[in-house]
């Protein structure tokens, strides 16, 4: 639910949540990113906002919230409207 949320939001939350990460474990984080093609239908019918991001923007965000980018992996589906970044420890 992180692209419900501003930036500073979403850094905080990582870096709690990133903490909380067992020494092997992967942290799987999904977002809309600005491909959304939807995005005038989801906000005018439904009244729904969302953050978009890219994928830089999701790398700049875990390193911000301490997590080294050697640990940082960001991929998409086939149309790349769903952005799934992959955080090891």
Known sequence: MFDYVKDKHFIK???KFYNCLHASGEMIIGNFSHNNI???YMEK???WYLQYRS????????IEAGIRR???KIDSED???NLFMHLKK
């Not at 994928?55 to 875990?62: F, G, K, N, T, V």
């Open 55 to 62: 994928m830089d923007e999701l790398i700049r965000i875990a």
């Open 13 to 15: 939350f990582l870096k």
């Open 45 to 47: 019918v439904g009244d």
């Open 70 to 72: 050697r640990n940082i």
């Open 38 to 40: 939807s995005k005038q």
């Open 79 to 81: 149309l790349g409207i």
